[in-house]
């Protein structure tokens, strides 16, 4: 049993920056695939980035990639989100989320979920 708890979002301008973190407690940590998703009000929850356990392969959503960067330490047991030149379209509650195996972008094979953070780009 994995359980996660997010951090690190709040309120912040068009063009600013945020660190999410993520926390795993239970055993096995490393050899999970951690992925962050996010949902925004009235829509589906949409794959934001991946990072496999073992090999660190990692993979981002086009809408993302060159702005958000995923990371993890295992020492640590935690994930994280650096999310740079944030635009409004950004805003949505982020989750972490773990499962065994390769990196997937469908939310419905993930085994574990954090309770989720708000992100709220707006000026």
């Known amino acids: 049993q994995v359980q996660l708890v997010e951090s690190g979002g709040g309120l912040v301008q068009p063009g600013g920056s945020l660190r999410l973190s993520c926390a795993a407690s239970?055993?096995?940590?490393?050899?999970?695939?951690m992925s962050w998703f996010r949902q925004a009000p009235g829509k589906e929850r949409e794959f934001v980035a991946a990072i496999v356990g073992g090999n660190g392969m990692i993979i981002y959503a086009d809408s993302v990639k060159g702005r958000f960067t995923i990371s993890r330490d295992n020492a640590k047991n935690s994930v994280y989100l650096q999310m740079v030149s944030l635009k409004p379209e950004d805003t949505s509650v982020y989750y972490c989320?773990?499962?065994?195996?390769?990196?997937?972008?469908?939310?419905?094979?993930?085994?574990?979920w954090g309770q989720g953070t708000q992100v709220t780009v707006s000026s």
């Open positions: 239970g055993r096995g940590f490393s050899t999970y695939t």
């Open positions: 989320a773990a499962k065994n195996g390769f990196a997937d972008s469908r939310p419905a094979v993930y085994d574990y």
